[in-house]
């Protein structure tokens, strides 16, 4: 292994820890992102990041299926009683690793084999007792097995216990050879062929073994009971070996385990392979068959944040089409605007008289209020309707401001049993949290708010009304003299009809050298200025529009997402842009 895969390696275990950490905030997002990727992580974390801190020391595990005998294999293969053998079915539940003096203490420290708890093989019936941790590797020095080379007994790959398939899963990543042990009940096995085939596919040497075979015919049937096992699990062409059935045999592990067609025997055999050939090239396919397994999970992250980002996408096109249904009316703030555009046409003595005439009124309308106020009330009680206010128009436009939020409210909620996974739970978890009321106050709160006109609309306005002013000489001489009856005549006829009235409608009349003015300036001007008013008012309603989505993304939006962008912000920050950098490396060594 190069340093620089090497350091590709160590840079991507952490990363993948880092998004494993951050992916946790998110169950249902986590659960979809890391499923099918115990194999590649098996590799990362049990082969490809350790690579075998001690160098050329091959790893060789006895695997297989229940009661193949594999106990029994291990300890011939030591010549002595190391690993428990019992007569039950997964009897083996903890990995026993035998080394010399030199691989045990790497074994203890953690530096030959990484994942596991490690611990000295002081009770012989530790490995077969479900009291022992469930990570615990037990540890036995054998100083007669050489330095390059360690010896594995490991947990049944099919056992009827679901942890020993993690353990067995586990030690066949971290190792390098193994011994595939079956018996002619097992090696069609389902289960025990396919464990063996994701083996090979990862890049181990598998060397299989007849167990409890028939020897006749120079063990005919075996041989080929074994080549139907090789074509299942796609291994390669190496030598294999047999034990016969033999009752005798129990209790005697210093008998050898032949090879068919004259190799040596399987002790022999292991002692002949060179350990560092095998470590470089066990290596470098794994590298190979990791990079495959990261590409795919990375792919289906992509997938997934591909997913997150439509679903965010669509629920702010809702938002941003709910806006465009927003049709809000001007009011007093842009009449004011057009009338005093018109007041700055006035001659000086116009202007003197408005002026007098708009302070004037104003104190008027405040003495006369409470003398008119019982009157006005009778007769709005008798059938009169008041005339459209500043405030029934605040009015009503809250409430087209409230029912369109609503509105796209609901088919938020509407949406979310129809979106896939994770998608669906993280922003229902959202939903069950948000008080939709009360975003929605929050929405009209923040959208009919008063504030002041944009310099930008403002000036936009007083370029169009100079245009229209320079090029409609008549309806500027219509708007003139309407301000000058507007600037003159509302004190006037206020002063007389206080007089015939005592009081009643005063305040009203008053009023129009102020803000009705205002407001009547911009009915004037709707219809005096028909052909650009549209154009005229175009700006401040794309304002008003821009403000009530900026409302529905910040206070509805934004809340049914908040997990949805946070989980897209994971899969696409840095840690991910980490793991790719690093998984082309890989992709470029193997």
Known sequence: MTAKIGQAIGELAAAVARLRAAAAEYPTMAENLFAGADEWMRLLHYKLLPHLGGGGCLVIAVAGGTNTGKSTVFNMLLGGNVSPVRPTAAATCRPVVAANAHRARQCLDGLLLSGFRPLPLSD???????????????????????????????????SIYPEHWELAENIQAAGDVLVAVVTPEKYKDERVVAFFKRARAAGRHVLPLMNKADPRGDFAAARAQLDDFRRSANLERRPAFVLPHDFNMA???????????????????????????????????????????????????????????????????????????????????????????????????????????????????????????????????DGEKPARTADDLAEAQHLRVETLARTVAQEWVQAIPTLGEPARSLVSEEEGKLNIEAAVREVVAETTRNVELSQTFQEHARKTMEAWWNDHAVGRRVLMELDWILAASPLAVALTMGVLTGGFGVPEVAAMSGTFASTFFAKIMEHQFADHWIKFVQPWRDEQRGRFRRALRTHLADAFLAKVHASIAVLEGDIVETMRRCHEQCRKES
């Open 124 to 158: 012989p019936d530790a490995p077969i007792s479900h009291d022992t941790p469930p990570d615990a590797l037990f540890v036995s020095q054998q100083d007669a097995l050489p330095d390059r080379l360690v010896l594995m007994d490991i947990p049944d790959v099919d």
């Open 251 to 381: 209790g005697d592990f210093h008998r050898e385990i032949a090879a068919l067609d004259g190799a040596l025997p399987l002790r022999a055999y292991l002692d002949t392979l060179d350990a560092v050939s095998i470590k470089a090239e066990v290596y470098q396919d794994t590298i190979r068959h990791f990079s495959t397994q990261f590409g795919a999970f990375l792919y289906t992250l992509g997938d997934i944040a591909k997913q997150l980002r439509a679903v965010a996408a669509d629920f702010e096109a809702r938002a941003d089409q709910c806006a465009e249904h927003y049709d809000p009316e001007p009011g007093e703030d842009v009449g004011r605007l057009v009338h005093a555009f018109v007041q700055s046409k006035r001659g000086p003595l116009r202007r003197a008289v408005g002026y007098v005439n708009d302070k004037i009124g104003q104190g008027m309308f405040s003495v006369w209020r409470r003398a008119s106020a019982a009157l006005r009330g009778r007769a709005e009680n």
